[in-house]
Nanobody
Framework: QLQLVESGGGLVQAGGSLRLSCAASGRTFANYAMAWFRQAPGKEREFVAAISWSGSSTRLGYSVKGRFTISRDNAENTVYLQLNSLKPEDTAVYYC????????????????WGQGTQVTVSS
């Protein structure tokens, strides 16, 4: 089993920034592609960003391009999501997820999930 624990969420004003972290344990972190998804109340889970096992390739969801950045540190078994220029519509619970080898935009393709961290952006 791969355990994932997110942190770094909170309340921020529109235009502000946050950095989310997801710490992994239990398996070889470098074997896994990682992703962030988010889910707002009453909405489906939405793809935010993904990164390859090596960190050499990333993908961002359309609504966050140019504002969010995903990165990873395999020595620290951690993946990060930098959230800049936050908007009220970014308010959601943010989840990190893992799957072997290649990343995907689809939540159903991921095998391991964290418990989520709340991000609230006030206007």
């Amino acid at each position: 089993q791969l355990q994932l624990v997110e942190s770094g969420g909170g309340l921020v004003q529109a235009g502000g920034s946050l950095r989310l972290s997801c710490a992994a344990s239990g398996r070889t972190f470098a074997n896994y592609a990682m992703a962030w998804f988010r889910q707002a109340p009453g909405k489906e889970r939405e793809f935010v960003a993904a990164i390859s096992w090596s960190g050499s390739s990333t993908r961002l969801g359309y609504s966050v391009k140019g504002r969010f950045t995903i990165s990873r540190d395999n020595a620290e078994n951690t993946v990060y999501l930098q959230l800049n220029s936050l908007k009220p519509e970014d308010t959601a619970v943010y989840y990190c997820a893992a799957r072997l080898r290649y990343y995907s935009d689809y939540a159903a393709h991921y095998d391991y999930w964290g418990q989520g961290t709340q991000v609230t952006v006030s206007s």
